[in-house]
């Protein structure tokens, strides 16, 4: 994840948002969220941004492209507990070549509760490297200098 | 589940064993593990059993049958924490025809922690009921009277 | 689960409905949705069904009382797969004295995906049983014959 | 994870080892382990690192203590699928103050899978920072100049 700047924390810098509602199962003996449980809760916010981009993520896979996950980094900020309610924030940190990097803010209200990017490969069915989809590529902030 | 009694909780009617360990992630905010990940356990028991007995799953599986599960029955007496050895006894209720009945005894020391059932169906790769194979069907208690 | 009927098929018998949206990270090897998958999928009809009747987890919990599942059924009926949209519904099975049975329907379209039955017991904050708070006793199908 | 160097690939620097055997519950539809599953891998790598060197996490939280997840980075660079056998090594980062780092290797025979950080703050019963236990610090790879 070098080749992008952090996350910010600056939730106007997010173009896009759902939220997610933490399941008792997701919480651990601590009392809060358990830290794998962010994961599918990221997943989930780029399959929505996906939909909202009107680019489901079953078709692309129809089409035989995965965007495997390549990287994850995750920042623990604050906790959340059962049935809190969090909003995540998405963007499109790179999307050149074959590879996707992707941003995420968590808040429950105005805190802060993670920061995270994750790096995706676009691959074929037979698990080797391919282009991005042209939509995606599009989405690469570097292509009108923003 | 009806064509079978319940799990006896005697372990010496159990002819396999073997031992998972909680892990942390298991857990939830009630500081027990979460109802749902005994169901992994019950299945990493069924591949142990499967190793045990000559036929492990990934050969099953590679020769053209899943194993699907059909139905699950799981009653919670004594709550498992984290870091808690426990042991996972197995026998086979039932396997005639399509179907596949596995009986466990989930112990923490003598203490009893869960009575299940899980039954299962033999499907082909197209998702059709196929007979077992004839190394399960061998083990239906009924075959000697057992 | 003695005590109560099977889940019926019929979806009008049972007064509340929410949904689920499958995420990938619940899918496994087969391609569709891992059977315990299904289990924080009832748990999160559970709550927001107390919620929908002015009585939230988070409320009972925070006056003490845990619903603690002591049992569950479930029958597999057909699979659900990643991104497929199911609809949950639910009826008080049994709510007496300490006990409190649920019982689930699962459907995508018409479908019956799930039925399944959890029995749960009000444990106070030493993990001894309790009864049931009267709200909950109030929904017992027994109380007025039906 | 800047104060400290990437995770080596170099098996021999790693001063322990565990192995893991993946669950059928861990693979999801591409038929791979889902990326969110290794990080309950990684805790259980910890827990038995703590072990042993003769200080099990369950002592450490009876004594009050709790090393809370902060930051976790993954990188994956090759899948493990049902019922593989990986090991998982483990070697302490840094550990200095309040803070822990982590680093693991997770191969398949003599393929790499996964490098890995974690990065873990001490934490008293009320959540607030706390030195490290003297054991902990001592494994600082600084203290002599390693």
Known sequence: VRPVEDPPVDPDRYPFA???RVRFAETDAMGVVH???YLPYLEEA???????IG????GIRAEGIDLAVLEVHVKYLAPLRFDDRAEIRLRVGAARGARLVLQYLVRRGD???VLATTMHGALDPNGRPVRLPE???ALDPGKDGA
């Open 35 to 37: 830290h794998a449980a």
């Open 111 to 113: 805190q802060v509760v």
């Open 46 to 52: 780029r399959v929505d941004y996906l939909d909202h």
């Open 135 to 137: 939509f995606l590529r």
């Open 55 to 58: 680019h489901p993520y079953t």
């Open 18 to 20: 759902t939220t997610v």
